[in-house]
């Protein structure tokens, strides 16, 4: 049962690809949306928390139907990525890729968020007091202070994205080699009569994956609370 066949490796591949492009892409993003919500004072603040955490609430069928109304060929981000750059992630992988890294990002803000509002702000006054330009104080203190939070939020938001069903297959459907990732190959072996073995194996696979990345993103937490229980769930 746990001899894992061309196909299956194919798929672990596959899913493994898929999350770390999500959680690449998706960082830069996360830490200004974390940035803002944890420094930032301005009109609509509430509104953008509560976006940002859309996708946590709503089901991931809703959210890949929105990607699907936004990236498909005739969606105003679909047909502009294909008139200017020739580019669509429909039935694509980049598209599997997308819907994770929505999914991802909730998780991965709360963290760099909570991480961000940890740092003292008097060791950001002294540096200024010092002399310290604001962008230095932040490269400086800021920054290295909140890695172990965005180390952590990019670890969790691996594993969110090794999960991602529901957004994913409304959006860029099951394709064999393409867009079927662990929990899309899970779900495909579950139809076909005398895939037991296939779906034991793979669950298994995205179970020890998943809980790694879940143990992993506890200690960076734990470190980034000085020893004192912070979480990021």
Do not use: C
């Amino acid at each position: 049962m746990f001899d894992l066949t061309t196909d299956d490796w194919g798929v672990i591949a596959l899913s493994l690809k898929v999350s770390l492009v999500a959680v690449g892409a998706m960082l830069p993003l996360a830490f200004a949306l974390a940035w803002a919500l944890a420094r930032g004072r301005f009109p609509g603040k509430l509104l953008l928390d509560a976006l940002v955490h859309l996708p946590l609430v709503v089901p991931p069928v809703v959210t890949g139907w929105l990607l699907l109304l936004l990236f498909g060929a005739r969606g105003p981000a679909g047909a502009w990525l294909e008139s200017w750059f020739g580019v669509s992630v429909m039935f694509r992988w980049t598209g599997a890729a997308l819907a994770a890294a929505i999914m991802a990002m909730p998780l991965m803000v709360r963290a760099m968020r909570l991480s961000i509002e940890a740092v003292d702000r008097r060791l950001e006054d002294a540096a200024l007091t010092l002399g310290a330009g604001r962008w230095r104080a932040f490269l400086t203190i800021t920054l290295p202070l909140s890695v172990p939070g965005i180390a952590a939020g990019t670890v969790l938001g691996f594993a969110r994205s090794i999960g991602e069903f529901g957004a994913t297959i409304t959006f860029v459907s099951n394709i064999p080699g393409e867009t079927r990732t662990l929990p899309l190959a899970i779900y495909g072996a579950l139809q076909v009569p005398g895939g037991e073995g296939a779906v034991a194996r793979l669950a298994i696979i995205s179970i020890l994956l998943s809980l790694g990345a879940l143990l992993a993103s506890e200690i960076l937490a734990r470190r980034m609370g000085g020893g004192h229980g912070r979480h990021v769930l």
